[in-house]
């Protein structure tokens, strides 16, 4: 069974410019989270999607954004980038999206904003 | 306000040894409790989970540890090995009626010495 699909690997995006990162979840998973990775911050909750819907959401600015696909696809897009939004962004996804089902990560898009 | 606490950056253990990472929360609504390991470049791996109504888990050489009235968590790893040289995040959930929302810990960096 192939794991949770990641694109692009890297981004190097400017100041002001907008990004779409892409996550595709293991086949039959119905739910996607994000979390953006730090340095110092741990993994920080973005927000969850199940069935097309947001069912949870993060304390991060509406410059962050997402949706879900019916096939389950993800994307993340994040407007007007500023420097601290340089991060590890992971991708997870989960057969029932329950607490006790556990995640299942990718390995993550790495952006840079200069 | 870090709601999920490792408050060692680092550890180091010779092989063979036991290797004893903690985790603290602070959230009195989290039930549910899991562990992540992390290489580099890569994304997260569940390790092991522990519910609010047990106060041990075990899986192989992995043991969880909860003491609620503490609000305490450890992962105990037996016999520790070099392969288990990671970055380690405890995470935590709360009864939300659904939906994945982990709350993770910064981590802890294992490091397994021969």
């Known amino acids: 069974k192939a794991g949770v699909t990641q694109t692009p690997r890297y981004l190097i995006k400017t100041r002001g410019q907008q990004v779409t990162l892409s996550c595709s979840p293991i086949?039959?998973?119905?739910?996607v989270s994000w979390y953006q990775q730090t340095p110092g911050q741990g993994l920080q909750f973005l927000f969850e999607?199940?069935?097309?819907?947001?069912?949870n959401k993060g304390n991060f600015p509406g410059r962050f954004s997402g949706r879900q696909f019916s096939n389950s696809r993800s994307e993340m897009n994040v407007s007007t980038l500023e420097l601290g939004d340089s991060a590890l962004y992971l991708c997870?996804?989960?057969?029932?999206?329950?607490?006790?089902?556990?995640?299942?990560f990718g390995n993550g898009t790495r952006l840079t904003v200069t | 306000d870090q709601q999920v606490k490792q408050n060692s950056p680092s550890l180091s253990v010779q092989e063979g040894r036991i290797s004893i990472l903690n985790c603290d929360y602070t959230?009195?609504?989290?039930?549910?409790f899991l562990w992540y390991k992390k290489y580099p470049a890569e994304g997260p791996t569940f390790l092991i989970s522990?519910?609010?109504?047990?106060d041990k888990n075990e899986d192989g050489r992995f043991t969880v540890f909860l003491n609620k009235s503490a609000k305490h968590l450890s992962l105990h790893i037996v016999p520790s090995q070099p392969g288990d040289s990671a970055v380690y995040f405890c995470?935590?959930?709360?009864?939300?009626?659904?939906?994945?929302?982990?709350?993770f810990g910064t981590g802890t960096q294992l490091k397994v010495e021969l």
């Open positions: 086949s039959g998973h119905r739910s």
């Open positions: 959230n009195s609504m989290f039930d549910y």
């Open positions: 995470a935590a959930a709360g009864y939300g009626g659904g939906g994945n929302k982990l709350t």
């Open positions: 997870a996804s989960s057969a029932t999206g329950e607490n006790n089902s556990p995640l299942h």
């Open positions: 999607y199940f069935s097309e819907t947001q069912r």
């Open positions: 522990i519910s609010s109504i047990k």
